[in-house]
């Protein structure tokens, strides 16, 4: 876990592949309860710490997760969050050339809960929802094609399943049809950056996530 911005009411932190935000059945230690400790130490907290979940990325993904230190925060960022007032961009690493360098993918998703999986269909169907995000191609090595992605709606899986309906599955994400695994079990998706309006200040917040420190990463890492 790695700060990159903190002052009274929010904190953001770029967390690795493999931590929980919030904690769930596995009974791991969350990023949540890390962070509260951070809190407690550096602040000499006394007594309980509060700090508000808002969202969530996926375990085996990479990059920036906001949290709430005050209720009043959290309120307001909840509603930012539901509202798309928090401007997110994620980074994907993939073995196939996407159909154009750069589109925007529309989508209806269905969420099967039970396998903890969402399917992408090309028109609406019984139960799905509508996603969209904007792609671009960012850079290519010898092997894989950087992707910038642009969510315009807020799906479970929106970025691994759109991206495995165009052909284009997540490196190490075996889930949506990559044909391997990566050796740490992480797959190759960022949460980069993020911007936002502070929900007391009303200043204008932007900050970036450090790429991972392995070797697929670092050969973007002029990007």
Do not use: S, T, W
């Given at each position: 876990m790695e700060v990159v911005y903190e002052d009274n009411h929010i904190i953001i932190v770029s967390k690795t592949s493999g931590e929980i935000v919030?904690?769930?059945k596995t009974g791991d230690r969350p990023l949540s309860d890390q962070v509260k400790?951070?809190?407690?130490?550096?602040?000499?907290?006394?007594?309980?710490?509060?700090?508000g979940v808002v969202h969530r990325l996926d375990r085996p993904v990479f990059g920036l997760v906001m949290f709430a230190r005050t209720s009043k925060a959290l309120s307001r960022?909840?509603?930012?969050?539901?509202?798309?007032?928090?401007?997110?961009?994620?980074w994907a690493i993939v073995r196939d050339e996407p159909p154009a360098p750069s589109g925007t993918l529309t989508h209806w998703i269905v969420r099967n809960e039970k396998q903890n999986k969402s399917y992408a269909y090309d028109r609406e169907v019984p139960g799905s929802k509508k996603a969209i995000l904007d792609y671009r191609v960012l850079g290519k090595s010898d092997r894989y094609y950087l992707l910038e992605v642009n969510l315009k709606t807020g799906r479970h899986h929106q970025i691994?399943?759109?991206?495995?309906?165009?052909?284009?599955?997540?490196?190490?994400?075996?889930k949506y049809g990559a044909k391997r695994s990566n050796p740490d079990g992480s797959i190759s998706l960022l949460s980069r950056f993020m911007s936002f309006v502070h929900p007391v200040s009303q200043k204008e917040i932007s900050v970036t996530a450090p790429l991972p420190q392995d070797a697929i990463w670092q050969v973007f890492n002029s990007k």
């Open positions: 919030q904690g769930d400790a951070y809190i407690k130490e550096a602040y000499a907290k006394p007594g309980d710490v509060f700090l960022l909840n509603n930012m969050f539901a509202n798309g007032n928090v401007h997110k961009v994620y691994r399943c759109q991206l495995a309906k165009i052909g284009c599955p997540i490196k190490g994400d075996l």
